[in-house]
Antibody, heavy 120, light 112 residues
C-alpha cells in the first residue's frame, strides 16, 4: 500500500526555520514527482514546491522562492521541506503529496498533514 | 484569491443532484490542461476524486462525474448522500506560472 507520513510541524517564531519531513512507503521516490501543498486555516489548498522523480528538478511557488528548499533522500524514502525566514502567512497545514503521471499528473496520495504556526 | 474560481458553497437534499463549477483562464483550463477534483472531509487530508477531467480512481462511486469545456470544469454529484458533505477543490496546471499547480478556493457541499 502507498503511504505518506508527514512530520515536523510546530510553533515557530517569525524569521525562524523549520524542516518538515515525509516518509513514504509502497513506491519509489526515484520514479515519482513529489510536492508539498499547504492549507492555511479556513482557506483553500496552495501548491508550494515539487521535486521531480528522475532528475530531482525543483520548482517553487513565487512566495516561497529563496526561503524554502525541497529535497529528497531516496535511500531513506523521505522528502523534506526546509523552511526559513518564516512569516505569519506561512502558517498552515502542510501536506506531502505524490503526483501520479499515469493519472494525468493528479495528486493521488496524500500525507496526513503537519501544522506549522508562525507566531511570536 | 485563488487562480481557479469556485463557489464558496452549494447545497442539496439527499438523493438530489448538485453541480460544482470551476472557472479558470486561458493559461490553465483554457490551454487544455487537465482538471482534477479532490474531496476533503472535515479534519482530513484531501482525497483524489476525479482525475484528467472525467476519470474516477478505483473505489470512487459513479455518482461522481466530471467534465471540462474551454475555461470551465464541473463536478456533478448525483444521488446525494449525507457522507458527501465535504469541501471539494479543483486543480489544474497553469502554463503562465512556471511549474505551478493551481487550485480553486474550495466549495463546501452542504447536505440538507
Amino acid at each position: 500500500d502507498v503511504q505518506l507520513v508527514d512530520a515536523g510541524g510546530g510553533l515557530v517564531r517569525p524569521g525562524g526555520s523549520r524542516t518538515l519531513s515525509c516518509v513514504v512507503s509502497g513506491f519509489s521516490l526515484n520514479s515519482s514527482r513529489m510536492s508539498w501543498v499547504r492549507q492555511a486555516p479556513g482557506k483553500g489548498l496552495e501548491w508550494v514546491a515539487c521535486i521531480s522523480g528522475s532528475r530531482g528538478y525543483m520548482y517553487y511557488t513565487e512566495s516561497v522562492k529563496g526561503r524554502f528548499t525541497i529535497s529528497r533522500d531516496s535511500a531513506k524514502n523521505s522528502v523534506s521541506l526546509h523552511m526559513s525566514s518564516l512569516r505569519a502567512e506561512d502558517s498552515a497545514t502542510y501536506f506531502c503529496v505524490r503526483e501520479n503521471a499515469t493519472a494525468h499528473g493528479s495528486f493521488d496520495a496524500w500525507g496526513q498533514g503537519t501544522t506549522v504556526t508562525v507566531s511570536s | 484569491q485563488s487562480v481557479l474560481t469556485q463557489p464558496p458553497s452549494v447545497s442539496g437534499a439527499p438523493g438530489q443532484r448538485v453541480t460544482i463549477s470551476c472557472t479558470g483562464r486561458t493559461s490553465n483550463l483554457g490551454a487544455g490542461f487537465d482538471v482534477h477534483w479532490y474531496q476533503q472531509l472535515p479534519g482530513k487530508a484531501p482525497k483524489l476524486l476525479i482525475y484528467g477531467s472525467k476519470n474516477r480512481p478505483s473505489g470512487v462511486p459513479d455518482r461522481f462525474s466530471g467534465s471540462k469545456s474551454g475555461t470551465s470544469a464541473s463536478l456533478v454529484i448525483t444521488g446525494l448522500q449525507a457522507e458527501d458533505e465535504a469541501v471539494y477543490s479543483c486543480q489544474s496546471y497553469d502554463g503562465a506560472l512556471n511549474g505551478n499547480w493551481v487550485f480553486g478556493g474550495g466549495t463546501k457541499l452542504i447536505v440538507l
